[in-house]
Structure formats: C-alpha cells, structure tokens
C-alpha cells in the first residue's frame, strides 16, 4: 500500500485517469461510449463529410446527449465544416490538443454512457450504404416478376 505522502506527490504532479491511454487514442473518452470515428487520412473526402451528414439525424435520435470531439490535426475549415453540423443539433463540439495524444481519428462522435458497437469507423457505414444499393439494383422490379425479364 502507498504512504500518504506517496499519494499526494503523485496526485500532485501526473494526471489521474481512468486508462489515459484509450482516452488519448478516442480524443478523451473511452472506446465503449464511441458511436462514429472518421480517420484523420479519409476526412478530406466529400464522401466522409456526406455520409456524417446522412447518419447524424438517426444518431441523435437513437442516443441522447451526444459530444463531438475534434483533433487539433485537422484543418481548420473542416473543424469548421463539422462544428457547424453539430450545432445544428445542439451537439457541443471540443477541438482536443493533447500533449502526448497519438490518435488516429479526425473526429469522434460520443455519448455519455456505455453503446459498446462493435463497429464505430464511417467506413463500415459507407461499405454497408454500397452493398445495399447493390442489392437494390440487383433486385428485379415488380413489373419485371410479372411479365419476365425482357432484353
């Protein structure tokens, strides 16, 4: 067991975290209260910015209260792109410059207790949104299952 002086040297000179590494990977919050993460590499792409646009309404929907944290690596005018959406649902948004901080993520879209998803990346919502237009093209019409195809 630590002595009290132990104690209070430590408490006064490092941070006192619940798992620091994880909170400084997730941009200060842990990976079990993660909904949606966009990598610092794919946030330039129109289509990342699209698809946050798309699943935004049904995440603030379905979890309630949401933070959207933002990593100080990231271009101003898309922190600024991204700040104006979350507002626009009343989402408070944090720029995160950690010293130390080696995360991966341009954005972070939490709540405030566990969700535990097993997967949290834009990817995995952007592969799901082309296999399903997949199979929607794939798909014959009702027209078509009546009368036969015709080529």
Partial sequence: MDSLDQK??????????FDPDQQRYYLGTFSERVLLTIPLEGIENDIAKL???RLLPSLVEQYEPLSLKLS???DSQYQMSYMKMASKKNIPTTI????GAHS???LVLHTDHAVNLNETSISSSLNQ???STKD???KPSFWQNLFGKQN
Wanted: negative net charge.
């Fill in 8 to 17: 209070v040297i430590k408490s006064a000179t490092g941070e006192y975290r």
């Fill in 51 to 53: 698809e946050f646009e």
């Fill in 72 to 74: 100080s690596e990231l």
């Fill in 96 to 99: 995160v410059d950690e010293t």
């Fill in 104 to 106: 991966p993520f341009a």
């Fill in 129 to 131: 949104q082309s296999h």
């Fill in 136 to 138: 929607k093209k794939d």
